[in-house]
């Protein structure tokens, strides 16, 4: 099998490469991850007086001030190996995946020699894995994989076709099968590519699923802004840049048009088209809609997951969605859901009123379950929160 | 349907953001297509000392050296408004899709304010699109649209599954029709993303078919690296950086395997598994790799596109895709194609050998179409093939 490169090969890249001036032409490596889970940052920078990198794996920095405590995270400084090569290595690190940047003379960009880079809202980042346990479920291993797909399905409510991003486990093409749905829900600035990207759904599902963790399930990630009918430039307005600020946001419009996404997926999908069969779950603005949506259509979802969840802050009152939250409420847990999972980081800005919340369903004598972290209001938790959901899903 | 925004959101959004540090912190616009076709770009870059742009939609220019002419694109300096937000106006562009970046005291970035980034193999780019004619096709419209999966198969000769990227057109998943195929193939350093990515296939294909100007079908666009499972970071090898260095390249080993895709796609596929509706085309290396297919298997495909293809540029002669090259060129003209399609610019690196090729097929009496535009060895070159080409399928 092994075969020699001729010499043909590289001139035809070479030849191209001239042409293109694309190709192999950074020889930087950056970043690299090293046996002991710390990483090295390198940038080729001549020209520049000061180089810093920054990014969620960075520590945070806990000084007094005269208003009370402040959390920083401080960038680290590269340094100039007198050629322009800046680098830097930081101190060992948990296994994770982690978003960082540099800081060029004060200008913020990305690593131009990592092509791994993803999205958030309207800000690019690289990204990078250490190895372990904890990130073991967002890498891709030698397992069966699911498929993921862009679909767009018909939105009376919205008048328009949306867009939704779709995962069938391995095999579901080949075979004849149905199967539980679990509709999964973004944050304020995200969209439909969200959990697949930043979340690493398909990966944490395969993983999951492979290793007999996780039942064989689809999950559904549409877009919960629904004022949007797909991710910023993918639709016929253009390329407009993302932002938070939406029309509709919060204001029950999503809620009272989600039957259309059950009904769409049901009719499309081979699901089991029945209440012990679908979960929805979501973070943040997500946790606030399927925490509305679950209220809403209580006969249609067994499961429910808020993650880091905006509980109380409807956008207007003038949505049904809205009324009579807790007779709703009441009707949803007098048939018993399966699961009420609700997952929140200690340090999350929604702590509080997530805690509020608890109380309310405590003194309602609702049963649900709770699981506390450390962080924020945070990828890396609501990837956790997912994974820890999923394996408790249609059992 | 209108209701404001309330507080309540604004709040939300505003803890998140200062929790995660990630929302509408950019207040630049750049870039910004102005009503002209010029577009201005802009860095807040206090520091810098040189702000520069470069692209695709620069001019290039054309010097004499002793060795000859010689072309070069020179960048553009972009002006300090004395604040540190530095700009530069182009001129009026040809409406089409563009790619840029900023060269900061000589670093090159990819803009801070632009979400829209693509990457050719291990380099990302902002990229803009003028609006007119020619970039009419790759923008989304309001017209029904195809879904796009990415999704794995198994492939005894890799001994492992590899993944492809499959458009399936509007109504296929409702509907019990079956569709046509074509086989989309990348070039070197690129991967099973790169048609959907820098070609923008979906949008070409969604809008043609809605306009009547080409036939509903199936686009597979498999990973023509056949040492690779699927594209950078989407296998277990990790995150690891793209290379067009990459064993078992320009082989004979992909077009070997090629019936593994075939088969495949005609087993999970509503496909029309017929050599009359079955077409392969690729781009430079997959250009390379189409024709071989397309003579290998003759009997498989009735439609070739060459686009800006490596013509003998065989790495090694062992694969029995090269033995008796002319007399199975032979067997597939006497089956009289329905269209062997060759298209390439009149700068491209590759043009005297696709000449020398059209020269041996007029000298065989093989007919085939022949598209010749300007420019050279590049995507903006590619969209519009493909678009060409699509819409002399299946007729």
């Known amino acids: 099998m092994k075969r020699i490169i001729a010499a043909?090969?590289?001139?035809?890249?070479?030849?191209?490469?001239?042409?293109?001036?694309?190709?192999?032409?950074?020889?930087?490596?950056?970043?690299?991850?090293?046996?002991?889970?710390s990483v090295t940052f390198r940038l080729l920078a001549p020209n520049a007086t000061t180089v810093e990198v920054n990014g969620d794996f960075m520590p945070v920095v806990i000084t007094d001030t005269p208003q009370g405590?402040?959390?920083?995270?401080?960038?680290?400084?590269?340094?100039?190996?007198?050629?322009?090569?800046?680098?830097?290595?930081?101190a060992p690190l948990d296994p994770e995946l982690y978003n960082y940047w540099f800081l060029v003379d004060g200008l913020q960009i990305t690593d131009p020699s990592n092509a791994f880079k993803v999205r958030d809202t309207n800000i690019t980042f690289d990204y990078f894995?250490?190895?372990?346990?904890?990130s073991e479920l967002y890498q891709v291993h030698d397992v069966p994989h699911g498929t993921l797909s862009q679909i767009w399905y018909p939105s009376a409510t919205a008048g328009t076709p949306r867009r939704m991003t779709v995962?069938?486990?391995?095999?579901?093409?080949?075979?004849?099968d149905r199967y539980p749905v679990l509709y999964l829900l973004h944050g304020m600035?995200?969209?439909?590519?969200?959990?697949?990207?930043?979340?690493r759904a398909a990966m944490i599902l395969d993983n999951l699923i492979a290793s007999g963790q996780a039942e064989p399930m689809i999950v559904v990630m549409p877009n919960g802004n629904i004022s949007m009918q797909a991710a910023p430039g993918e639709t016929s307005a253009g390329l407009v840049q993302p932002t938070t600020k939406l029309p509709h946001t919060m204001d029950g419009l999503f809620e009272e048009a989600f039957p259309e996404i059950v009904s769409f997926t049901d009719s499309v999908f081979r699901t089991v088209p029945a209440k012990q069969a679908r979960a929805v779950a979501g973070l943040s603005m997500g946790g606030f809609n399927a925490m509305g949506i679950s209220r809403q259509y209580p006969g249609d979802f067994d499961y429910v997951g808020l993650f880091s969840a905006a509980i109380d802050r409807e956008n207007g009152q003038s949505s049904?969605?809205?009324?009579?939250?807790?007779?709703?409420?009441?009707?949803?847990?007098?048939?018993?859901?399966?699961?009420y999972y609700i997952a929140i980081g200690n340090e999350d800005f929604l702590y509080d009123e997530n805690k509020a919340y608890r109380a309310k369903l405590d003194t309602a004598g609702y049963k649900y379950v709770y699981v506390e972290t450390d962080g924020g209001h945070i990828w890396r938790n609501w990837r956790k929160y997912l994974a820890d959901f999923a394996r408790r899903l249609f059992k």
Chains 1, 2 share one sequence.
């Open 69 to 90: 405590p402040r959390s920083t995270r401080p960038a680290a400084s590269l340094t100039n190996d007198g050629n322009g090569l800046w680098s830097y290595t930081s």
């Open 189 to 199: 600035g995200g969209d439909e590519t969200s959990w697949s990207q930043q979340g």
């Open 167 to 176: 995962y069938t486990p391995a095999g579901y093409e080949a075979g004849t």
């Open 129 to 134: 894995i250490v190895d372990g346990a904890q």
């Open 320 to 339: 049904p969605v809205f009324q009579d939250k807790d007779a709703k409420l009441a009707s949803q847990f007098a048939a018993a859901p399966a699961l």
């Open 8 to 37: 043909t090969l590289a001139t035809l890249a070479l030849q191209a490469g001239a042409q293109q001036a694309i190709w192999d032409q950074n020889p930087t490596t950056s970043p690299e991850v090293n046996p002991d889970g």
